[in-house]
């Protein structure tokens, strides 16, 4: 399964997790140096949710961020603030 947002299309990305020591200068130290630089992975935070696609409930991999946007309709289980009929 791809790390990959349905709507957004948001992937994995590459970037650099930096290693240092010291004090910084405006603590009165001599300074931060970098003693060790390495590659990362910055994964999509991406949650499996129903979303409503037309008139079909379909299961996607959707990121938070296209979640809280509201470009994904969510699937409604029942309506709210409803009694069950009596039959």
Do not use: H, W
């Amino acid at each position: 399964m791809s790390q990959k947002c349905a709507y957004c299309d948001k992937k994995p990305t590459f970037g650099n997790r930096v290693s240092q020591r010291g004090k910084p200068k405006y603590l009165g130290g001599n300074g931060r140096k970098t003693t060790g630089i390495a590659r990362r992975l910055f994964k999509p935070n991406l949650q499996k949710i129903r979303v409503q696609e037309g008139a079909t409930v379909v299961t996607r991999r959707v990121c938070t961020s296209c979640i809280r946007s509201g470009k994904v309709q969510k699937a409604v289980v029942r309506q709210p603030f409803t009694l069950p009929s009596d039959s």
